[in-house]
């Protein structure tokens, strides 16, 4: 085969050199010493929280319908004593939760998380102070609240949690433990509160709440993956790219994470993109 002509030659390797210096300054550079705090871009703290509220609100109503309420289909226990140590069973919601709210208490990221409501199964859970007023005042307008906690002087930020999937409703109706038992599909049945001890994040604040969020979900998921390596061959599921709405399935991490993305990373991206347009 002949060799390239000098000209082929010269462009090839200045194209070449060109992206090779492009992809270091873009991708590799050493960010300079002075682009210090001030000049990243800074949300709200309860822009922060509401961007991860939302990111809880697709992982839970995810985990509800397709891993509790098909996994259920299959044959597969949820329990409220799932992490007991005779008890082989995935968590519920609640407890799903609860998980990536005792994670992120033991993470360096000030950020803290609570589930409660005014007709509580479990009575620990009822709201009362400052957060029973506001989830009172979302009773009546369906909107999340915002406010400073009087004590800690914490942003606190609180959200509907609603039923947003049936087994929520009939889960709650038939507990013998429930205040209340005509729970309907789409009702407001409690609120997640966040809070965060600062009134704004920079974007690398942000991702490292984010973080410590998703490492939280990672963590309950393993531990459920764990339990299920405890069944017997014939009823336990097979962990893989499979979900069981398809049949003796459940989701490996990535898989999950992957489903989560879709659903909320549009949704972030979209923000942190508009904020970067209005600075
Ligand atoms: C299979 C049963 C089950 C399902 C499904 C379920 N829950 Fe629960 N939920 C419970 C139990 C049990 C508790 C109490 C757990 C605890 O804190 O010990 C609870 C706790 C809660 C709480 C905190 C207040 C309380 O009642 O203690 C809220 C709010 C809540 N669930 C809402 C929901 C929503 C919304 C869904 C659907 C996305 C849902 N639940 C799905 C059983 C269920």
Known sequence: MNSPS?????????????AAVLTYLFASAPVPLDSGEKERMTMSAQEALSL???ENDMTRTLFTKAIVGKGKQQGLAFSEDWAEQHVIAGPLPALFLRGVALHLAGTDVPLSLFLGSDFPIEGSNLFTGKQAEAFAAMRSDSLPKHFQDPGSGSQ??????????GPCVSCHNAHEQSPKVDWELGDIMGATTWSYPHDSVTTDGFM???????AG??????QYLEELEQLDPASKPAIGPAWPSTGLFIPDYATLRDSIDDLS???ILSRL??????R
Do not use: K, N
């Open 217 to 222: 979900v990672s963590v309950v998921w393993s």
């Open 156 to 165: 606190v930020s609180m959200f509907p949690d609603f039923a947003s999937a």
């Open 52 to 54: 991860l509220a939302h």
């Open 273 to 278: 993109a508009q904020r970067t347009a209005v």
């Open 208 to 214: 490292a709440m984010l973080g410590a969020y998703r």
């Open 265 to 267: 990373g549009p949704h």
């Open 6 to 18: 000098r000209p082929v030659r010269f462009w090839t390797f200045t194209i070449l050199g060109g």
